[in-house]
């Protein structure tokens, strides 16, 4: 629109607030200044939503790197499919699933297509998820958190799954698994609904909605799949398979822990004094992750394993998700730090019972994802006077009760996604197969499904 | 100015609103909510702004990865100097051109280098590109698309064309080229004049302005260069030379993408409820270009080609960049997946007809722009009730009328910028010449031009 | 608190009001449109400092691609530790020293853990380090300055230097050198009470306070550590180690320079008209650093050489970063330009007396910082109408006064940080020793250090 206000000419700033804020406004009779508000809220939730869009390609990175050089491609290829079907399936079907349709407690139907708000004018005014949010800004965040719920079960069945496979599995996470979870939660259905004492679930921006989600599909991946050839010796001990580029699993650590402040800090679903303090308890439960995931490798291995520091940065993440909202900065520091310490032996552990995940992502986001959301049980404050929420409706009943709530949490989430991913990739396994053929795995992905190697290095010389 | 506020103590709040918004606000007597929104404004303009910014870094990263590992210091070279040389020459003349001195039809003169505004007081009053934003904001925000417009033709030229002949093309098209373009559209010149019927140009935030431009300049760049050596064999028939890291190509892809909704929601020049819906168009149109060509290119060659699957999401980014906010969420799905088809056919239409576009940036950025640009006129919507946008001043037409609009302004940008850069690269062919020498060619111009490889992976086991 | 507002229904953008920035507004009794202001100030700093701490993914890109494959892994590992240790040092303690305990001229104590400001009710009440934003925010955006201040040495320190000294000498930068040094100016001790006829420091987001102390630590790091094996030749004189992947450094480059923007334009500590002009000057002197380094090199070397020509936009970027808020563009341009130059000399020179830098960090930061310090002397403008900051008590004395005061402030965070840092390599070389072994260094840190190479490409062909 950039010729509209260059004709405008001179008072524009007025009507810009003509008709920008007070287009709301008008309609709700609210003051000028919350009108203002209103956009500054629309605006974060984009940016932050951009935020965690860029997530994938810290996923991918990660995902990369750990894993080796001649499937580089078909990583870089689910990736993308994970955004593109994605985004397409949340628009079709996912987002009414999540959010259309009232609370029932199973799920939603209506607005598919967006089609109860498909005229912008409607897209563009306030009653999205919240009232001070436009239907475009909700679901604009809301899809960017789909995506990410299936790209991290990419990682744990990296190297070996057929491509269309993969596609069909992300096509209905996107719009059925993951939609459901939402609903039930965020959505205001089935566990929404339920009350253990005083307690009620509490789930901030998503350590059990969206990465137990996606480490419980991921588990499941995993377990159909079955490990990588040469994963296991002939006694069936583990080896390590290492990655290809820890420089990638690095980087994309960061680009994570960066997009990971839209995550947590945008889940608020407003612009208010909140933020900051969501941001600060994300950096420190990160940071502590490192130290702790660090610690306890280093102790084990004798040397400072930098893939399991990167993955005690996420484990950190992972972990304070929850409860982000919740607890005390020096509470973030201990949650993370225990995700740290956590996720190390969740994956040497599933290294053992022979689930081969080449990049941890059933420990980063499934263990550490239960581990963030029963801490809420443990550190949350339950004095009404905490950061003025109890005006908010939120509530949190404290204690044993509040811990089983949590828990109960877990076990629904853990049940759906359970089972639903298990009858999928049953079912694809006995018609078109889940993994690609010995021949294919041992040349890699790259040259097999997708025409060629993902590397040309030796052209260097040229 | 850390120093400042803490001295100040008690009361800077107040104090803000003195010095931020209300600096405005004594000037035009606008409310004190007005003055917040338009520092709000300005923000959004510098965020977004950066994120324009950083889609140099995606357009390094895909650059890169499509071409050969003997020229990625050279590619890398050219992407810096994009930027450097291109803020340099749109702050000295480009920006004047652009939008200084009113609305004459064929360019701007005052204002060199913000002189008109170079006390920065003024830089940070209100009366930039639209009242509501400053000067500093305006600046910022079309500087970094100049840059984009210019390192579009560098993929194209790319491996063959010579350091110093790229530095003066750069030059020439940020300081005279694409800021004529745009004093012809958005600064209100010869293009913003037009009508037919009832219908305006339209063009949001550049489809034809900044990447029809852009594609323009790389095809005459190629045409000029000619193929590089090998790309065709005895019998005149292209051959595949693939880039060396598929890895780069694709994470460049996710950070244009991220770096897009800056593009396109900053582009409403303001922080309203219409920037939601701008960044759920982008997604929704991206998502669809990448299932488009995979499908196309998938049947075609019977393998899901990553890299197409890569500029699928970036067709579907540039059609719908001029219609993003004139369409409706389903609207910008069909643009943006019928952009991934055009793409693969356009990327194998020009590779026969001997123009060797390493990266495809012709087909991305020029065929694709041409879709978007003239998408306009089959599906904008043209009732006044959408988005509110008739007391905005801004109007389609609708139909012939409006589709005919679109395409005059696509034949004006194409005679201009061929015919500018047709006469500049012919100058220099004659003259200083466009192309290294076979030798360096097939050495690489990193060892070359730069003085040695862009890697040196053989260090990796010293 | 995504379900809060679910279930608030109607009205909600008023109850946000009331929970947002009212909150502020009752205690202080402020406008609501003051209140909005306050929650905007907020969230561009946790916005400006996300953008910060992805500069530790710049460092962590341009160091490794400067230097070896070999030592991929461990430079990625010191990386992730600045800011993993960083955070936690600097809440520990640093933070405390920097900011707590009034304005005491050697140091702070107090709100060590954030304790005064533990309860998260006052983590988002104001009264952060300005009274518009909150403690959280403020700490959030100070952090991340104090992790960048650190990674600055690692460049100069790497390829050789043991893990476990460099973890210890992060951790007593972040907790306690670079604290001291934040206290003396913008926590309001030593330096902040100094006057030199009108003239007071002057150092807006921070080329001493930031970069010239990680550039001294830098110096001293090379210079306990003495230089690679290798780099000098039996003559003495130096020879060129190349770095693995130009690439990933000139990516860096681009997210340094992205992240930048937040760096400075975010060290306004409000969301205010004088953002977009802070950016702007941001990225012009970034710009002509590119130019100024390529024209150097270019004619000293015969070749265009991109290391330099990316080191040459972090010279810009370093050199305004003092003086971004004081001077207009066109001496943003010169004084990047002047970085630029600098830098190709500094570095040459620095390798000519033996300290041996990898990444030229210590030219960068240490010599651009002193640089970009005293050019306030020379270009700040001194009228009172400038900006309108003679109402905000920023004063420019103007002339060989205030050049005196940069300059004494360079002198003290010299003395200070270099005292310091060599006491604490001393030390440290001897007991524990700073550098790994010959064969270590051979083999490259990766292999002996962290359990493996960074790079396994030999994979490509499995």
Redesign the interface.
Known sequence: ??????????????A??????P??AQE?E??????????????????A???V??M??GF??VE?GLT???N??????K???D??????AF?VIGYSLAFGGGNDWWGGLGDF??ADS????V????GG??????P??S??FQ?VFAATAVTIASGAMAERTK?TTYLIFSAVMTAIIYPIVVHW????GLI?QMEIGDAKYSD??GSTIVHLTGGVAAFMGAFFLGPRIGKYDDDGKPRAI??????????G???L??GW??FN?G???????????L??NT??A???G??GA?LVIWIK??????AM??NG?LAGLVSITAPV?AV???AA?VIGFTGGLIVVFAVLGFDRIRIDDPVGAIAVHGVCGIWGTLSIGLFA?YDD????RE????FYGGGLDQLAMQAVMVVIVVAWVGATTAILFATMKATIGLRVSAEEE?D?L?VR?????????E????
Request: charged letters at 10%; glycine letters at 12%.
């Open positions: 629109m950039k010729r509209k206000l260059v004709a405008t000419g001179f008072g524009a700033i007025v810009l607030v003509v008709t920008a804020g287009a709301l709700s609210i003051s000028e200044a919350a009108a203002v508000q209103a956009v500054l809220d629309n605006l974060w939730l984009v940016i939503g951009a935020l869009f860029l994938q390609a991918a990175f990369a080796r050089a001649k580089i491609a078909n990583i870089m290829a990736n993308l499919a955004m593109a079907i994605g985004a397409v628009f297509f967006l498909a005229d912008p004018s897209l563009n005014a306030g998820l919240t009232d001070n949010v436009t475009a800004a679901f604009f899809v491509f939660t965020w959505g205001g929404a901030f921006a290492p990655g290809h580029n820890i420089g990638y699993a690095v980087i650590v960061f680009i822990w960066f402040f839209g800090a889940s608020e679903l407003a612009a208010d004094s909140l933020v900051p303090f941001a600060l950096l420190l990160a940071a502590a490192v130290l660090s291995s004798g040397v400072p394993d930098v520091a990167g940065a909202g005390e900065p020096w520091l404050r006077a905490f950061l003025g005006e908010a409706g939120l041992m890699g790259d499904e997708h025409g060629g190697p993902g590397y040309n290095h052209m260097l010389h040229i």
